[in-house]
T-cell receptor, first 112, second 114 residues
Framework: NAGVTQTPKFQVLKTGQSMTLQCAQD?????MYWYRQDPGMGLRLIYY???????DKGEVPNGYNVSRLNKREFSLRLESAAPSQTSVYFC???????????FGNGTRLTVT | AQSVTQPDIHITVSEGASLELRCNYS??????LFWYVQSPGQGLQLLLK??????LVQGIKGFEAEFKRSQSSFNLRKPSVHWSDAAEYFC????????????FGGGTRVLVKP
């Protein structure tokens, strides 16, 4: 039972490089989310997708784009990485809006 | 706007002692409240949630939390801590509407002394 799978686990980028973080869930959940975690700040919502075909901005969307490729997959793209985007990124999914979130194990990104 | 404050950044507790983690929230309507736990290198796992009804909610791993509307608090407790409870704990608040856009507190890291 894989749950929510994120790739890669670790990534180092130089300023200005681009990359895509991948996320897939096998629980047939409708909603998917991208959070970033920074020390002392908890998790902050970047983007979410309430259902297949829809995406919406969260609290900190600047510098990111997302794609809900299908019901299973929700990717996060950094077009031009900046040091301020050094963080741990978590993908999550939920069945409905009020269901608990199921999290992946995170991607630790460092931008130098 | 909704917000969550966890006043304690670190707590050290002896194994077998009781534990209480504080959580205060600001929310304009009746909130949905959650506690999550994060072990090192892992994602977050749901401990318990409060939607309505009984204000004392039981969760996994022997944890419980009490919703106090008058104090805007949702404190997490465990009567007797085990070494495996060493982790970071996050309180979160969200709307009743669909979307599950949770706001998380900054977290409390719990260290357990033998």
């Amino acid at each position: 039972n894989a749950g929510v799978t994120q790739t890669p686990k670790f990534q180092v980028l130089k300023t200005g490089q681009s990359m895509t973080l991948q996320c897939a869930q096998d629980m047939n959940h409708n909603s998917m989310y991208w959070y970033r975690q920074d020390p002392g700040m908890g998790l902050r919502l970047i983007y979410y997708s309430a259902s297949e075909g829809t995406t919406d901005k969260g609290e900190v969307p600047n510098g990111y784009n997302v794609s809900r490729l299908n019901k299973r997959e929700f990717s996060l793209r950094l077009e031009s990485a900046a040091p301020s985007q050094t963080s741990v990124y978590f993908c999550a999914s939920s069945d409905t809006g009020n269901s608990p979130l199921h999290f992946g194990n995170g991607t630790r990104l460092t931008v130098t | 706007a909704q917000s969550v404050t966890q006043p304690d950044i670190h707590i050290t507790v002896s194994e077998g002692a009781s534990l209480e983690l504080r959580c205060n929230y600001s929310y304009g309507a009746t909130p949905y409240l959650f506690w999550y736990v994060q072990s090192p290198g892992q994602g977050l796992q749901l401990l318990l949630k409060y939607f309505s009804g009984d204000t004392l909610v039981q969760g996994i791993k022997g944890f419980e939390a009490e919703f106090k509307r008058s104090q805007s608090s949702f404190n997490l407790r465990k009567p007797s801590v085990h070494w495996s409870d060493a982790a970071e704990y996050f309180c979160a608040v969200g709307p009743k509407a669909a979307g599950n856009k949770l706001t998380f507190g900054g977290g409390t890291r719990v260290l357990v002394k033998p």
